[in-house]
């Protein structure tokens, strides 16, 4: 917590959902509604980041969160620096505080931050003197994509409490599924996960959710799937027999699909392996899936979390 609680969101870093409270996570969610608007426009820029200096730091390859979160810092006006990790210091053996320290000395405002280990994006926000956003890290959280899942599903259902949502595939090594328990339980969502015991990670209950093992029985009457993809290079050994066995029991097709309610939504961050836990029918279905929704709120849900977590840092509307 900071200083910044007359903003409306009273953290100076995202680094995750958990901890986070339901209004903190309603401002998000309404300032990310006004950029979707804004988006859909002719004229899509903004200068609520002019001067502002957006770094995004991926250790690990992106598609969907990095050119999100570059457009986002663009369409706010920001400079935005991308920093091409495998062609930087770190592959000549820099430390991530080294990386991190050597670009706080050029004064950024806001750093995105992409990481391979749990935990490692906390370090970093330790360790410089902006903003840092963790753009996933490990298994640990990825909070905009649990962000802009709950966007996608405020909008289409006009509410998040009381919607059942079933998380499916591997909740083990996925960070996706960690936030978005986080934040479909602190805003009133009724949370499954259904997977294999191998990829159900010990204790999981414990978040308050319902576990299941069986597909047909955990998808019975809920109103959201929650696609995951098997999270390979996460994996040493083997955590499934086969990928088409993978498919027979938890891959997402019409029949087990007809298992929820009527008019249950799809979902899947991406990126998506057809054939092995969704069905290109179920994927592509227009009246079901809400996957390309996804991605169009991912750009308004960064632009809301750029937003925020500038608004309170010095000279925001000190005359130019
Ligand atoms: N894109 C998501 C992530 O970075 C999901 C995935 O990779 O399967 O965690």
Known sequence: MSDSADTGFPHRHLLGIEGMLPPAISFLLDLADTYVEQNRAVDKKKSSLRGRTQVNLFFEPSTRTSTSFELAGKRLGADVLNMAVARSSVSKGETLIDTAM???????????????????????????????????????????????????????????????????????????????????????????????????????EELGVEVHHDMRKGLAGVDIVMMLRLQMERMQGAYVPSLREYFHFYGLDQEKLSLAKPDALIMHPGPMNRGVEIDSTVADDINRSVIREQVEMGVAVRMACLDALTRHLPNVGAPL
């Open 102 to 204: 050597t670009l706080n000395a050029m004064h950024p405002d806001v750093l995105v931050v992409r990481h391979q280990d749990s935990g490692a994006v906390h370090l970093l926000s330790q360790k410089v003197g902006c903003a840092v956003i963790n753009a996933g890290d490990g298994s640990h959280e990825h909070p905009t994509q649990a962000l802009l899942d709950a966007l996608t599903i405020r909008r289409r259902r006009g509410r998040l409490d009381g919607q059942v949502v079933a998380i499916c595939g591997d909740i083990l090594h996925s960070r996706v599924a960690r936030s978005n328990i986080h934040l479909l339980n602190t805003m009133g969502a009724c949370v499954r996960v259904i997977g294999p015991p191998t990829l159900m990670p010990r204790n999981i």
